[in-house]
């Protein structure tokens, strides 16, 4: 089956503007993860869904930043008044969601989101 | 403040050369370990997890090393080809009901022919 993908793959915006990045997880997968990553660092936890909830949102940076999930399946994260530090690769995980941390994560390839 | 902490930062080999990379961790309480293999433009891809009793995994030519006592983990990659040039990340997670994962920052290796 397929992997997880996400789209768009780039995405340039002027800032200020409003962007929406989809993720659509392995079918089957509850558990789906976003995360933030800046050239030479590792990725940074944004939020994690549970099926359509929100179990765990304390990586959001501020308000502007805000995801959904639903139908427990893909996923929107939507930046408002974007600005240039928003740029980075968004990247998205699903995983079974057993309940514990030893699930793995499967990771998309990611959004490149560029704020001029 | 849970932390992973990976070394070096980047590593430039030969092809056909053998190399370790580091993790040192402040996870607490402590899941398990896995190693990420991240090519340029792409997402993470697991190559090994570790749980608490586990000490060493190995998937081909990369095998992990896991020491829960001192909290540390090694990632040794035998014979390296040009295509194991990528970041690769140690992430712990951790137990307790935690369900996210503690990232490094990565080692970026390259290898040259």
């Known amino acids: 089956g397929a992997g997880v993908s996400q789209t768009p793959s780039n995405k340039v915006t002027e800032k200020g503007k409003y962007v929406e990045l989809r993720c659509d997880p392995i079918s089957g997968h509850t558990a789906l993860y976003w995360y933030r990553q800046s050239l030479g660092q590792g990725p940074e936890f944004l939020i994690y869904?549970?099926?359509?909830?929100?179990?765990?949102d304390s990586g959001l940076p501020n308000d502007r930043f805000f995801a959904v999930r639903p139908e427990g399946s893909v996923s929107t994260l939507k930046i408002q008044r974007t600005e240039r530090g928003d740029s980075a690769v968004y990247l998205c995980?699903?995983?079974?969601?057993?309940?514990?941390?030893?699930?793995?994560?499967?990771f998309g390839p990611g959004t490149r989101l560029t704020v001029l | 403040k849970n932390q992973v902490e990976q070394s070096p930062q980047s590593l430039i080999i030969l092809e056909g050369k053998n190399c370790t990379l580091q993790?040192?961790?402040?996870?607490?309480?402590?899941?398990?370990l896995r190693w990420y293999k991240q090519d340029t433009g792409r997402g993470p891809v697991s190559l090994t997890i570790m749980t608490f009793s586990e000490n060493t995994k190995s998937n081909g030519r990369y095998t992990a090393t896991l020491d829960a006592d001192t909290k540390q983990s090694s990632l040794h990659i035998t014979a390296s080809q040009l295509s194991d040039s990528a970041s690769y990340i140690c992430?712990?997670?951790?137990?307790?009901?935690?369900?996210?994962?503690?990232f490094g920052r990565g080692t970026s290796l390259i290898v040259h022919p």
């Open positions: 992430v712990v997670g951790g137990g307790g009901g935690s369900y996210i994962p503690t």
């Open positions: 869904f549970q099926g359509t909830g929100a179990a765990d």
């Open positions: 993790c040192n961790y402040t996870v607490s309480p402590f899941s398990n």
């Open positions: 995980a699903s995983s079974l969601g057993s309940g514990q941390g030893v699930d793995e994560q499967f």
